[in-house]
């Protein structure tokens, strides 16, 4: 651990690191056990170094923003968790494209849009996360994705080479892309979007709000969608006609208010979310023949990365 200590120490400043931090502090879900070493670098050669030296160390490490997709392990995680929120969220724009680092939230976006009177980013203002996430996810909602507006994106690989890729090499699909194939490390992206009514623009994010506090359980703890839509269903209605909203396990439960959304409804456990999600998807598989996969992104104890399973 004291090479650990001395490794991250010469990339980051000392008032940058956290030891021992609690995860739940960091995560939607308010689960998970606390990381070794918690980092918040503010720029790119912070971010890079930090990268390139763990690699070479083979010290674990992933990348955390708001943590609103993610399950972390109740044991928490061993190695470095390196968080891109506030502190390397700089958001600018010029004409009708905003460029934003990755730690940039999606509703401070959504408001250099509204005060600039940029149209196009309505969609996307209410998803609690940040630009990085949104772009390896091609986040969407309300018939909006990332895909329609993405101009360009900075990432870097794992040998710490940085490059710009453009729209027709992103490999934009549902809720993947190709920097989640390739694990890139997103660190900027340009968006396009174009000049409308300030009025207009505020009415829809408005509208918008006001659906989702309608439609979905935003006064409990949770990692938004659990499960990704099957082809040709919506896993929250295949959750509902299986007999399974409000089924619980421990202080885990499909919420009644949208069964497609896991909730905290006090004191969860990683171990409750996944036992419950493995419940549902086995009830879902028997009684329909469909198969749910998750969209919640999994964080274990010993390894730095995102597993498919759970």
Do not use: W
């Not at 018939?143 to 990432?155: F, P, S």
């Not at 194939?181 to 009514?197: F, H, P, S, T």
């Not at 082809?231 to 509902?240: Q, S, T, V």
Request: with cysteine; proline share 4%; hydrophobic share 40%.
């Amino acid at each position: 651990m004291d090479r650990v200590e001395a490794l991250v120490r010469e990339c980051v400043p000392e008032d940058s690191i956290f030891f021992n931090e609690p995860m739940n502090k960091h995560t939607s879900f308010r689960i998970g056990g606390p990381a070794d070493i918690l980092v918040k670098p503010s720029d790119i050669e912070q971010i890079k170094k930090l990268c390139v030296e763990c690699r070479k160390e083979n010290i674990p490490y992933i990348i955390l923003g708001n943590g609103s997709n993610v399950l972390v392990s109740d044991d928490g995680i061993r190695g470095v968790v390196i968080k891109l929120l506030d502190n390397y969220g700089r958001i600018r724009i010029e004409g009708d494209v905003i460029t934003a680092q990755a730690g940039a939230r999606l509703s401070k976006i959504g408001s250099a849009a509204l005060n600039a009177s940029l149209t196009g980013f309505e969609f996307a203002c209410g998803i609690p996360g940040t630009l990085g996430g949104a772009c390896i996810m091609n986040a969407g909602a309300y018939g909006g994705e990332m895909k329609d507006i993405l101009l360009g994106v900075t990432a870097m690989d794992k040998d710490g080479n940085i490059r710009e890729y453009e729209p027709h090499e992103m490999g934009l699909g549902y809720r993947t892309s190709r920097f989640a194939r390739e694990e890139l490390m997103v660190l900027e992206a340009r968006i396009q979007l174009a000049k409308g009514n300030h009025d207009e623009i505020e009415a829809a994010m408005k509208d918008l709000a006001t659906r989702r506090r309608e439609k979905q359980p935003l006064e409990f703890p949770s990692a938004g969608s659990t499960f990704k839509r099957p082809e040709g269903y919506f896993a929250g209605k295949l959750i509902m006609d299986a007999g399974l909203s409000g089924f619980s396990v421990g202080g885990a439960c499909v919420s009644q208010k949208h069964c497609g959304f896991v909730i905290n409804k006090g004191g969860a456990t990683a171990q409750d979310v996944c036992t419950l999600m493995r419940e549902v998807s086995s009830i879902v598989k028997d009684k329909f023949g469909v198969a749910l996969e998750p969209e919640v992104k999994m964080i274990y104890l010993l390894y730095g990365c995102n597993l498919d399973r759970y």
